[in-house]
């Protein structure tokens, strides 16, 4: 069998075994929730490597998430090691397109040094221009929103008019004037300021691939996770990649597709078919995630959608618990059920059970602040995510604006933000006069700054404390310093920003009592930004390594020759990127918290007890989905939710709901109809209904074998697995975690046929 001496092909189902070796150059896998989609990529990519001599560095794998990216990275490493998982391109769409766009983008006229804006600035520069253009507006950010819609499909201001249909009646001909002006100036704001949003990434990055074609000549074999959710342009960068060798793996779920709001296009999963008609198509259908009852819970709610295709899935692993399901008095009711439920697991778990074994899934962001209080009530340490994230944050903003200007003095907002943090007597005023010199003169604000700094005189300002801004100039001018030599390490220059403009005694007097608080996550930056430094360290060894290699690679197009600048501030603005790339649904895991996430941020991710809270008919359709379409996706929603579960899914709601500050009466969820307690099999009771429950052996079991499974295959750097080499894969090889024999009090378990070899 191929598998030996491949352990990367051990425990892999006929089906995953066949999608793993494929040869055909295009494969295309769909498959339902928790059957290995994911993990088939890893395996394959490991396969690319091993077994058919890709080189690393030829092989594009597009993730969701960046946390996605890092999680396979690490499975990744284990089977081929962290040198040659180094050299993969691996990432989301976004963080890819800017990798290139730093390289190459002078092919296109973008500067290298661009700034990518957060969400927060983006929102900044709008509403100056809708001030300007649409002072009425009492919604700047709906702008963006549509701005967004157009970028996803790779159109500008101009599309914007001609989507208008001849019979438009004219306020829909002047509201899409208006967004084509807003949308002109937008674009024209971010250019002048060297800064791309996150749309324009992908927007450049196509641009780029137009310019250079060439660019795919690297990219032997594409594999793109969760391809139900690609947009139009993701879809078009998808087939650039791909255009030279034609090599592309794409795995998807239509019953997962739940960004269609952010115009992600499940037919995209067809066009692949199209465009491919050869692509061997192969379908998982074996669950390993979820118990029967959670899967058979979940298939009910998804198998209401009458337009879906069905889909075959099925599980070996236990009936399990029942899926409790049940209304609570009111949202704060609920909220303490969830954390009784965790402390009584936790509890008489006897060690095996932590809390980041336990997710709560909401499906508006703002409701996880209702929960985050129940969390610190009962003392439960928690992540927050989709809440207020770590770099939105007023600290780390300050701090990342200053690198960022330091590396980009066109940055405006940056500039904006801090000329006058710490206070420096320059007010709104004197920035206002700045901003219009550095218009006048078409200069940077900070260009404008520093003249004022050298007593030059600037036409148009006069009063200005030019001691304080040489102050803020001097502090910047040594950063730029810093940053420019090649070996710098980025928590140094921290170190020295905080210290120079007094950081600390500044976040002390302006509020004593979250001082702590503030500068304990200053100090986390720091952390983060060392972290940094010193995984580029390594990459650069490798990279030297690497550099020889393609020297003898007489195909490998390098253009380093022919570009003009020359990469200063490398550490920098590598670590700038990879912050500007943690995006609302990212995140980190801890295994010490309980995560709080909503619906949309967990796809991908599984954990061993799920609580689907907020369950509730103005939630689930949400009360601002319109139509059918939008109906469904909300079920898809909760069918994502539902299948994050392993071994146990609560899906609660409350019966009043505070709205609009008033006190509301509210039903369940209309989805929920089909999984009424009394159609799932009674098994072994767990003492769910009461306030602190207990953990019954199976489940006890079923922990304590995770753990131990956890610490057999914690992270192991030299990238082999103790005894697996050689070791034939075994018939039934099954994850070890796996409850199905020798628990007499679980109901026996359904054998389905094993689907034939793919
Ligand atoms: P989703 O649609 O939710 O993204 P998925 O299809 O990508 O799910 P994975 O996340 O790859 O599924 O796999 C789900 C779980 O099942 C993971 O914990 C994975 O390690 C495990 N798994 C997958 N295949 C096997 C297998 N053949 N044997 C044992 N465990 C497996
Ligand atoms: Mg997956």
């Not at 058919?52 to 499975?75: G, L, Q």
């Not at 939710?641 to 369940?668: C, Q």
Request: hydrophobic fraction near 40%; charged fraction near 25%; charge should be neutral.
């Amino acid at each position: 069998a191929p598998e030996g001496g491949f352990p990367h092909l051990q425990s892999l189902n006929d089906a995953q075994f066949g999608a793993v070796t494929c040869d055909n150059p295009a494969v295309i896998i769909l498959a339902g929730p928790g059957s290995g989609k994911t993990r088939v990529i890893t395996s394959r990519v490991a396969d690319l490597v091993l077994r058919r001599d890709v080189r690393p560095e030829n092989i594009v794998v597009v993730t969701f998430t960046n946390k996605a990216a890092n999680e396979m990275r690490e499975r990744i490493q284990k089977a081929i090691g962290p040198y040659m998982t180094g050299r993969l391109q691996m990432g989301t769409f976004h963080a890819l397109c800017a990798k290139l766009l730093r390289k190459h983008g002078y092919r296109i006229e973008l500067k290298s040094n661009f700034t990518i804006a957060d969400r927060q600035d983006s929102e900044a520069y709008m509403k100056r221009i809708v001030k300007a253009v649409d002072p009425k507006c009492t919604k700047p950010t709906n702008y963006l929103w549509d701005i967004s819609k157009f970028k996803a499909r790779n159109q500008g201001p101009a599309d914007v008019l001609n989507a208008v249909s001849p019979g438009a009646a004219p306020w829909e001909v002047r509201k899409a004037q208006l967004l084509a002006d807003v949308f002109t100036r937008y674009q024209d704001e971010l250019k002048a300021h060297n800064i791309l949003d996150f749309d324009d990434l992908l927007v450049y990055g196509h641009q780029l691939f137009m310019a250079m074609p060439e660019l795919s000549d690297g990219m032997h074999e594409v594999l793109v996770d969760e391809f139900q959710d690609t947009n139009a342009i993701q879809y078009d960068l998808t087939t650039m990649m791909c255009a030279k060798h034609q090599h592309l793996t794409i795995v998807g779920d239509p019953d997962q597709s739940i960004y269609a709001w952010r115009a992600a296009d499940v037919t995209n999963l067809h066009k692949v078919q199209k465009l491919f008609p050869a692509a061997s198509m192969i379908h998982l259908e074996e669950n390993y995630r979820s118990t029967q009852a959670i899967l058979q819970a979940a298939h009910r709610v998804i198998s209401q959608d009458k337009k879906r295709i069905a889909k075959q899935l099925y599980t070996n692993n236990p009936m399990g618990h029942a899926v409790f399901a049940k209304g609570h008095l009111n949202s704060q009711r609920e909220a303490e059920f969830v954390c009784n439920q965790i402390r009584g697991l936790v509890a008489t778990g006897q060690g095996q059970i932590i809390n980041g074994d336990f997710a709560v899934l909401v499906r508006s962001g703002y409701l996880t602040r209702a929960l985050e209080e129940a969390f610190v009530r009962a003392k439960i340490p928690h992540r927050i995510i989709g809440g207020m994230r770590f770099y939105e944050r007023a600290e780390i903003k300050d701090v990342l604006a200053y690198l960022r200007l330091a590396d980009n003095p066109h940055d405006r907002p940056s500039f904006e933000r801090v000329i006058n943090v710490p206070a420096r007597g320059i007010g709104d005023t004197s920035v206002g006069h700045i901003i219009d010199a550095a218009n006048a003169l078409q200069i940077s604000c900070y260009d404008v700054a520093k003249k004022l700094a050298n007593k030059e005189t600037v036409p148009g300002i006069k009063r200005i404390s030019r001691v304080k801004l040489a102050e803020f100039v001097a502090v910047i001018e040594k950063l730029r310093e810093m940053a420019a030599q090649p070996d710098t390490n980025v928590a140094d220059i921290i170190a020295y920003l905080v210290s120079a403009t007094k950081y600390e005694a500044y976040l002390k007097a302006k509020d004593a009592k979250e001082a702590t608080t503030r500068w304990e996550n200053v100090q986390e930056l720091l952390n983060t930004a060392a972290q940094h430094s010193a995984s580029l360290d390594d990459k650069e060894e490798e990279k030297n390594e690497d550099d020889d290699a393609m020297d003898e690679d007489e195909d490998e197009d390098d253009d380093r020759r022919d570009k003009p600048t020359v990469d200063t501030n490398v550490p920098l603005r590598s670590f700038l990127n990879s912050v500007s790339l943690v995006s609302d649904i990212d995140q980190e895991t801890d295994q010490s918290k309980v995560t709080i996430s909503t619906l949309h941020a967990a796809k991908g991710l599984e954990w061993p007890v799920v609580f689907v809270v907020g369950a509730d008919a103005s939630q689930l359709p949400h009360s601002l989905s319109t139509g059918p379409a939008q109906i469904e996706e909300e079920r898809r929603l909760l069918y994502v939710g539902m299948t994050r579960a392993e071994r146990l899914l609560y899906v609660t709601w409350p019966e009043r709901r505070t709205r609009y500050g008033g006190d509301e009466a509210t039903i369940r969820s209309p989805f929920l109809a089909c999984i009424d307690g009394a159609t799932f099999p009674k098994t072994k009771t767990l003492l769910l209904t009461t306030t602190s429950p207990t953990v019954d052996k199976s489940l006890l079991e079923f922990f304590t074998k995770m753990r131990q499974h956890q610490v057999e295959h914690a992270p192991n750097p030299t990238g082999s697995q103790p005894g697996a080499a050689g070791t034939p894969a075994a018939p039934t090889a099954k994850r070890p975690l796996d409850l199905d024999t020798d628990l007499p009090d679980l109901v026996p378990v359904l054998k389905k046929p094993r689907p034939p070899l793919a």
